[in-house]
C-alpha cells in the first residue's frame, strides 16, 4: 500500500486515541533515572504521545520528553536535512522546508551525529528511498513506506566496475580521502569541496535509475578533470573522485577511463534495509533485543534516543542535561536502560549534548514549541533531523478538548489560568466550543468559567481540573495543591540565586522572592500566599518581600512562611559609614565622610566615633589645614610659649603661624586647646584660601543677620568672603552667630563647602 492510499483511509482509528491522558498525582515510583516525582502524559497533534517525567536523583533533577507514535496512524516520519547534505539549521528552519512540500509538521528530534568543521553526517542519509549519503559502517533508524521502523547496520557494500576490473567505493557523499573512490551527487554540496590535488570522472546515469541502498548504475564518463580546486555538482550529474595519493590499484582504474566510457556502480545492503523509505546513521547502539549493549559511555550530558517496541511504536526520546536546577542528563547505559523500561527491545542514540532537541505541536496548538531546554539555551543548528508529519487536511470542526497547563502542581491560595484548546478528527488545530464547562474537585478550590482556578485547601491533595462542551470529548488535568510545603527557598529576586544568608549595607532595600517546593518540586505561586517578617532590629520588609536595612548595623533573620511551613535566613546589616556616632541620617554625614575620605579628620577615642558635637579647638583646626596644604616641611619650631615641640600639634602650628594663616596671643601663646569661634574659622579659611591662590574678593553684605555687628572687626572681611561664598551660613535661629564655638560637624561641614 502507497503512503498516499494510505492517507486516504478513515482517520476512525485516531479518534480512538484522542482522549488525553494525564498522569495524576504521582506517588514515588523508583526508575534507573532516579525517583519519579512528577510528569504528564498527553496527546499532542496528530494523535502523537507527548510525554515529560521528572525525577530526583537525590542531589538533583533529570528531566526527559519524549515522543511516541505508530504505523497506524495518519502520521509517518521523515528524515530531513537543508538543501544540501552538508548544509545545517535549528529545527524550525529545517520544519519550514518540508512545510514548502506540503506536509505538516508535528514534532521530532534532532539526528546523527556530524562533523562539526563542516556539518558532514557520520552515517547513512536516506529521503524519499534515495540514498543521500552512505552509511560510514556505523549504525541507523530506516523508516519504511507504512511508518514501521528498523535499528541496525544496513551493512552497506559498494563497487566499481571498469574494464571488468572492480574497485572499491568508499563512500557516497562523504569527505574524499585517500584510500577508496568517493561519488559525489548535487546532494552532496554546491562543490565537491577538496581542495587536495585528485582526479574526477563527471558521470551521468545512462541505466539503472536512482541511487538507492540497493542498485545497479551504468554511467558514461563525460569528462575526466584534474585539479586541487573544488568543482561544481551540477544536477544530473555525478562526480567519481580520486585523490592522486590513492593506491596505485585504485590509479589504475581511473587511468583506464576515457571521455565516452561506461562504468558500472553496484550497491547493496542487508535485506531488511533495501526498502526503507527514509534512514539516518547512528554512532552507538543501545540495546539489541531487550539487551542493554556494553561498551557504553558513563559520562552524563544531554541524550538523544530512538526506541522501537515490539507493538511497532516508536520513541523518540530526550534527556536534557548540564543545567543545574532542571536535569543533570544522563549517560548511555541509563538512556538504555529507561528505553527498555518504557517498553523498547531495540534502541539507538542519535547526536546529543547541544544538540539534544525535541518539538512538537501541542495537542489543539497550530505551532511547533520546543519541549526540550537545551544546554546551550537555544536550539542548535545541526545537520539532519527526524520528524513527524502528516499530510491529513482536517475539517476543523472540534471532536476532542486539549487543556492547559498539562499538569499543575500549586500552592494554597494561588490563582493559575487554565486554556482550553480543540482538536479535529485529524489530531490537528480546531474551533474551541463557546460553551466550555470547567469543572475542579471541591478538595481542590474553585473555578470560574473562563478557567480562572483558585487553590484552596487546609491540606496537601490532589485530583483534576476537567473542561467539557456539548459533542466533543472533554479534557482532564492532574493538580496537587499543596497547603504545607516542605520547604521554602529565599531567592534574590534580581538574580535568581538562592540565598542561604543575607549581607547588606545600612539604608539598603533587596527585593525577595519567596519558592515553595513539595517533593522537590518548585510550586506555583502568588506572593500573597507568603507572609513575610523580620526578628531583631535589622530593618523592616514588606508584603512583597522587598527589605530595607536598618540605618545601623546589627544582625538578625528574615522569616518566611507558607502555611504551616517556615524558613528564615541570618542577616548581617553592615555599616556603610565610618563612625558610630555618625549615622547617614545626620545633617553632617555626607561632609564628615568627605572629610575623612580627605585625611582631613581622623577619628577621637578609639577610633570608632568622631564626636561630632564635640568643641574644634585652635590645634585641630590648624592640623586640618596642614593636611589639606599635603603636610608641608617645617623649617622652624613654632614662636609660642606653649607649643612645644614634638606635640601632634607642633608642626602644623609652626607652619601655619609661618605662611600667616594663624596668629598668637600678646602674652605670646597660641592657645592650642582653646575651642575656635565661628569667625575664627573664616579667618582661618580666608587666609588659607589667600596662601593658596585663590580668589578672595567676594564678599556679602552682613546686615541681614541680626547679630552681624557683634562680628569683631579683625574677622569682617573674612566673615563677608565666608557667607558669600556659601560657606558659612546661618544657624536655625537666623543668627550669624560669629563668636560662637564651631563644632567638629559644622567644620566638616565648612571644609566640604570650601573644597566644593
Excluded at 542514540?349 to 537545551?374: C, E, F, K, W
Excluded at 467539557?468 to 479534557?475: I, K, W
Aim: aromatic residues 8%; charged residues 15%.
Amino acid at each position: 500500500m502507497s503512503r498516499c492510499q494510505r492517507l486516504k483511509m478513515p482517520l476512525i482509528l485516531l479518534l480512538l486515541v484522542l482522549l488525553m491522558v494525564l498522569l495524576p498525582a504521582l506517588p514515588a515510583q523508583a526508575s534507573v533515572m532516579g525517583e519519579q516525582i512528577d510528569g504528564y502524559d498527553a496527546v499532542s497533534a496528530g494523535g502523537v504521545q507527548l510525554s515529560r517525567n521528572i525525577f530526583w536523583t537525590g542531589s538533583d533533577y533529570r528531566t526527559e520528553n519524549y515522543l511516541v507514535y505508530d504505523s497506524q496512524r495518519d502520521v509517518f516520519p521523515v528524515v530531513v536535512y537543508g538543501s544540501k547534505v552538508l548544509n545545517y539549521g535549528d529545527f524550525p528552519s529545517m520544519a519550514a522546508l518540508l512545510e514548502r512540500q506540503g506536509y505538516t509538521v508535528l514534532g521530532g528530534i534532532n539526528g546523527d551525529y556530524y562533523n562539526t568543521a563542516d556539518y558532514q553526517p557520520l552515517g547513512i542519509v536516506v529521503t524519499d528511498g534515495v540514498l543521500r549519503s552512505s552509511d560510514g559502517g556505523h549504525y541507523a533508524v530506516g523508516f519504511y513506506e507504512d511508518g514501521s521502523a528498523i535499528i541496525g547496520k544496513p551493512q552497506m557494500e559498494m563497487r566499481i566496475f571498469i574494464d571488468g576490473n572492480e574497485y572499491t567505493l568508499g563512500a557516497v557523499n562523504k569527505t574524499r580521502g585517500s584510500q577508496y573512490f568517493v561519488l559525489l551527487t548535487e546532494d552532496y554540496s554546491y562543490t565537491t569541496i577538496s581542495k587536495t590535488p585528485g582526479r574526477n570522472a563527471v558521470l551521468t546515469i545512462v541505466d539503472g535509475g536512482e541511487l538507492t541502498t540497493n542498485c545497479t548504475l551504468t554511467l558514461e564518463v563525460e569528462e575526466i578533470i584534474h585539479t586541487s580546486e573544488p568543482i561544481p555538482l551540477e544536477e544530473d550529474q555525478l562526480i567519481l573522485s580520486l585523490a592522486d595519493n590513492a593506491p596505485a590499484w585504485s590509479q589504475s582504474g581511473m587511468d583506464a577511463l576515457a571521455e565516452g566510457d561506461t562504468l558500472t556502480i553496484e550497491i547493496s545492503c542487508d535485506d531488511a534495509w533495501e526498502d526503507v523509505e527514509y534512514a539516518i546513521g547512528s554512532l552507538y547502539k543501545l540495546v539489541t533485543d531487550g539487551v542493554v549493549e556494553t561498551g557504553l559511555e558513563e559520562s552524563s550530558s544531554p541524550r538523544t534516543a530512538v526506541g522501537l517496541k515490539p507493538n511497532g511504536e516508536v520513541i523518540f526520546y530526550t534527556v536534557d542535561g548540564r543545567r543545574s536546577g532542571h536535569s543533570v542528563g544522563a549517560n548511555m547505559y541509563q538512556v538504555a536502560n529507561r528505553l527498555i523500561e518504557l517498553g523498547c527491545t531495540e534502541a539507538t542514540l542519535m547526536d546529543g549534548g547541544g544538540s539534544t532537541t525535541l518539538n512538537a505541536v501541542y495537542g489543539g496548538d497550530s505551532v511547533i514549541s520546543q519541549i526540550n531546554r537545551p544546554s546551550d539555551g537555544s536550539q542548535r543548528s545541526v545537520t539532519n533531523y527526524i520528524m513527524l508529519v502528516s499530510t491529513a487536511q482536517g475539517s476543523g470542526d472540534p471532536v476532542q478538548l486539549t487543556l492547559y497547563p498539562l499538569n499543575l502542581n500549586i500552592l494554597s491560595g494561588t490563582q493559575s489560568q487554565f486554556q482550553a484548546l480543540a482538536m479535529d478528527e485529524a489530531g490537528l488545530a480546531a474551533a474551541v466550543p463557546d460553551d466550555l464547562n470547567y469543572e475542579v474537585d471541591a478538595s481542590l478550590g474553585t473555578i470560574n468559567n473562563n478557567g480562572l482556578f483558585t487553590a484552596y485547601s487546609s491540606h496537601n491533595t490532589s485530583g483534576y481540573v476537567t473542561v467539557s462542551a456539548a459533542g466533543v470529548r472533554s479534557a482532564e488535568v492532574a493538580v496537587r495543591v499543596i497547603a504545607d510545603p516542605d520547604d521554602i527557598i529565599i531567592k534574590n529576586s534580581a538574580t535568581g540565586s538562592s540565598l542561604s544568608s543575607i549581607e547588606i549595607e545600612t539604608g539598603q532595600s533587596i527585593d525577595l522572592d519567596a519558592v515553595a517546593q513539595y517533593n522537590h518540586l518548585e510550586l506555583i505561586a502568588d506572593e500573597s500566599c507568603f507572609t513575610w517578617r523580620v526578628s531583631g532590629n535589622i530593618g523592616s520588609i514588606d508584603d512583597d518581600g522587598i527589605f530595607t536595612a536598618a540605618v545601623v548595623h546589627g544582625s538578625g533573620e528574615i522569616i518566611v512562611s507558607a502555611g504551616n511551613t517556615s524558613v528564615s535566613i541570618p542577616v548581617t546589616v553592615k555599616r556603610n559609614y565610618t563612625f558610630d556616632d555618625v549615622l547617614p541620617t545626620s545633617w553632617y554625614f555626607q561632609a564628615v565622610e568627605f572629610a575623612v575620605d580627605k585625611n582631613l579628620f581622623s577619628g577621637t577615642g578609639d577610633g570608632s566615633t568622631f564626636t561630632p558635637d564635640g568643641h574644634m579647638n585652635r590645634a585641630m583646626i590648624v592640623t586640618v589645614l596642614h593636611r589639606l596644604a599635603g603636610l608641608p616641611a617645617v623649617n622652624a619650631a613654632a614662636p609660642f610659649n606653649d607649643v612645644a615641640t614634638g606635640l601632634w600639634y607642633s608642626d602644623a602650628v609652626s607652619w601655619a603661624n609661618a605662611n600667616s594663616i594663624v596668629g598668637g596671643y600678646g602674652d605670646g601663646s597660641f592657645g592650642p586647646q582653646k575651642d575656635v569661634s565661628r569667625e575664627e574659622i573664616a579667618c582661618f579659611l580666608y587666609r588659607y584660601a589667600a596662601f593658596s591662590g585663590q580668589d578672595t574678593s567676594a564678599g556679602a553684605n552682613l546686615s541681614s543677620y541680626p547679630d552681624a555687628m557683634s562680628t569683631h572687626t579683625w574677622a569682617l572681611d573674612a566673615m563677608s568672603w565666608a557667607v558669600a561664598e556659601g560657606i558659612i551660613t546661618g544657624r536655625p535661629s537666623g543668627a550669624l552667630d560669629p563668636q560662637g564655638f564651631a563644632t567638629r560637624a559644622e567644620v566638616a561641614t565648612m571644609l566640604m563647602r570650601f573644597l566644593s
